[in-house]
């Protein structure tokens, strides 16, 4: 019996795009939303123009290197198991085989962009009353992003990232147009929501970002948007219709969206200040809403906290302030949003949200800001050079409030610390506590007293590029 390894074909640069291109129209394929533009977008971009263009770019950069007979065998091949096309590649180091960078004059570039965020996570304290609360401990894939992102010729961008932690779920899908100050936004995006929503999770304080993100339904939705940079401010609008797994069917819902931001310097600290508006008519098939939030943990199905459904809706209306400043090593920021639903017949309820945190780096780093939200710490002495990395300790109080017009959906208070580790760019590890308290909660999870509190304990492990 041959005991030998399975062994795959060498491929050339093109011919790896082009199996990637298979892999990529059998996902659409099998995708429930069907995305055909973005299928015809990767089919463009691995076609063979591109691929020439693109193998021609790591040929440029290997030119700058020093040249070897087994360096050059690493950056021309690789290695591809064709009984299977969905296993992974493997071959020549990443940065060579991987990541292609920008041809000189050409303005076709490429680059993958991930993240893998794993949370493990304890709930207890919860009252013995509640019989379903799933408290103890529990754990979850949070986040499982890959896709490409990029540029073309004549200002053109693009990007597509997929997430696979629970299915495949399209979260950006889009291209772009850049002239100057003015960038334009077509497909699936962010709809300007806020400060710490606009913002990478990959660079968020906690484990899970202020209760109200998810409870007020934020998400990307597809639409037209423009960004346009005016001194100190930053301007954001666009009109969108839903997120792409909910279109179709009917689903006529529309929305107009918009933020402004001004960012300046006072005494070597920056001051950032933002509001934001968003107006969204429900259309013809959604006739009732509803807002809830598990306990700040995210791999539970518990939410104390519940308005259920919210007959008679026809409109959203919400607005959004924001203020923080970076001072060296210390942070502040704080959020607020109210919501208010428009209803038929009955009285028209305004839900608050909003949290206030304080941060501080015990070593020389401090957070990053850019482009009107925030960036992943620069580690100034990474332990790949012998330091101790970037240790950050955060503090937030943040509030949820979805009672108003005879709908006790019950408050929630939460009390929070946590403690960051970045050993070297993109990868850190987060230690988070929250004690959270809950009012006007009866029965809102079966068995629930009006009054009381729980413990959350989170550990997040998380790498990105």
């Given at each position: 019996m041959?005991?030998?390894?399975k062994?795959g074909?060498?491929?050339?640069f093109?011919?790896?795009?082009?199996?990637h291109?298979?892999?990529?129209?059998r996902?659409?394929?099998?995708?429930?939303t069907?995305?055909?533009l973005?299928?015809?977008l990767?089919v463009?971009?691995?076609?063979?123009p591109?691929?020439?263009?693109?193998?021609?770019?790591v040929g440029a950069?290997?030119?700058?290197r020093?040249?070897?007979?087994e360096?050059l065998?690493?950056?021309?091949t690789?290695?591809v198991d064709?009984?299977?096309?969905?296993?992974?590649?493997t071959?020549?180091?990443?940065?060579?085989?991987?990541i292609?960078d920008?041809?000189?004059?050409?303005g076709?570039?490429v680059k993958?962009?991930?993240?893998?965020?794993y949370?493990?996570?304890?709930?207890?304290?919860?009252?013995s009353?509640i019989?379903?609360?799933?408290?103890?401990?529990s754990?979850?894939?949070?986040?499982?992003?890959f896709g490409?992102?990029?540029?073309?010729?004549?200002g053109?961008?693009?990007?597509?990232?997929?997430?696979?932690?629970?299915?495949?779920i399209?979260?950006?899908?889009?291209v772009?147009?850049?002239?100057?100050?003015?960038?334009?936004t077509?497909g699936?995006?962010?709809?300007?929501?806020?400060?710490?929503?606009?913002?990478?999770?990959?660079?968020?304080?906690?484990?899970?970002?202020?209760?109200?993100?998810d409870?007020?339904?934020?998400?990307?939705?597809?639409?037209?948007?423009?960004?346009?940079?005016?001194?100190?401010?930053?301007?954001?609008?666009?009109v969108f219709?839903d997120?792409?797994?909910?279109?179709?069917g009917?689903?006529?819902?529309f929305?107009?969206?918009?933020?402004?931001?001004?960012a300046?310097t006072?005494h070597?600290?920056?001051?950032?200040?933002?509001?934001?508006?968003?107006?969204r008519?429900?259309?013809?098939e959604?006739?009732?809403?509803r807002?809830?939030?598990?306990?700040?943990?995210?791999s539970v199905?518990?939410?104390?906290?519940?308005?259920?459904?919210?007959?008679?809706?026809?409109?959203?209306?919400s607005f959004?302030?924001?203020?923080?400043?970076?001072a060296g090593?210390?942070?502040?920021v704080?959020?607020t949003?109210?919501?208010?639903?428009?209803r038929?017949a009955y009285?028209?309820?305004?839900?608050?949200?909003?949290?206030?945190?304080?941060g501080?780096?015990?070593?020389q780093?401090?957070?990053e800001?850019?482009?009107?939200?925030?960036?992943?710490?620069k580690?100034?002495?990474?332990?790949?050079?012998g330091g101790?990395?970037?240790w950050?300790?955060n503090?937030?109080?943040?509030?949820?409030?979805?009672?108003?017009?005879?709908?006790?959906?019950?408050?929630q208070?939460?009390?929070?610390?946590?403690?960051?580790w970045?050993?070297?760019?993109?990868?850190?590890?987060?230690l988070?506590?929250?004690?959270l308290?809950?009012?006007?909660?009866?029965d809102i999870e079966?068995?629930?007293?009006?009054?009381?509190?729980?413990?959350v304990?989170?550990?997040?492990g998380?790498?990105?590029?």
């Amino acid at each position: 019996m041959n005991s030998e390894p399975k062994r795959g074909k060498h491929l050339g640069f093109e011919e790896i795009l082009l199996s990637h291109n298979r892999i990529f129209i059998r996902i659409c394929m099998k995708s429930q939303t069907y995305p055909i533009l973005i299928c015809l977008l990767n089919v463009i971009f691995t076609s063979k123009p591109f691929a020439m263009a693109t193998q021609a770019a790591v040929g440029a950069q290997n030119s700058e290197r020093k040249a070897t007979p087994e360096t050059l065998k690493q950056q021309n091949t690789q290695t591809v198991d064709l009984e299977d096309e969905l296993e992974p590649v493997t071959g020549a180091s990443a940065s060579d085989q991987v990541i292609l960078d920008e041809k000189p004059n050409s303005g076709w570039s490429v680059k993958p962009r991930g993240r893998a965020l794993y949370d493990f996570n304890e709930l207890s304290s919860v009252p013995s009353s509640i019989t379903n609360a799933q408290d103890g401990g529990s754990s979850e894939a949070r986040r499982l992003r890959f896709g490409l992102q990029g540029t073309a010729p004549g200002g053109f961008g693009y990007k597509v990232i997929a997430d696979y932690a629970d299915d495949v779920i399209f979260t950006d899908a889009f291209v772009s147009f850049k002239e100057g100050d003015l960038t334009l936004t077509l497909g699936q995006h962010n709809t300007f929501q806020g400060l710490e929503e606009l913002s990478s999770s990959n660079d968020t304080s906690f484990t899970e970002r202020a209760a109200y993100t998810d409870a007020f339904g934020f998400e990307r939705r597809v639409g037209l948007s423009a960004t346009y940079k005016l001194h100190d401010f930053l301007l954001e609008g666009g009109v969108f219709t839903d997120n792409i797994d909910d279109i179709g069917g009917g689903n006529n819902s529309f929305s107009v969206d918009g933020r402004v931001s001004y960012a300046t310097t006072v005494h070597d600290a920056l001051i950032h200040l933002g509001s934001s508006v968003h107006i969204r008519d429900l259309g013809d098939e959604i006739d009732s809403v509803r807002y809830r939030q598990r306990p700040h943990i995210h791999s539970v199905d518990t939410r104390f906290i519940n308005t259920e459904e919210i007959v008679g809706a026809s409109d959203e209306t919400s607005f959004g302030l924001e203020a923080a400043i970076i001072a060296g090593r210390f942070h502040l920021v704080g959020e607020t949003h109210w919501l208010n639903v428009t209803r038929t017949a009955y009285a028209d309820p305004t839900f608050f949200g909003g949290s206030i945190e304080a941060g501080f780096f015990i070593t020389q780093d401090k957070r990053e800001y850019e482009g009107g939200v925030f960036k992943g710490v620069k580690v100034n002495q990474p332990v790949s050079n012998g330091g101790l990395g970037a240790w950050q300790v955060n503090f937030r109080f943040d509030r949820l409030d979805l009672v108003d017009a005879g709908i006790v959906g019950g408050t929630q208070d939460a009390y929070m610390a946590s403690l960051i580790w970045t050993p070297v760019n993109d990868v850190r590890l987060i230690l988070n506590y929250g004690h959270l308290s809950y009012s006007d909660a009866l029965d809102i999870e079966q068995g629930a007293p009006d009054n009381f509190s729980v413990n959350v304990l989170g550990i997040r492990g998380q790498i990105g590029f």
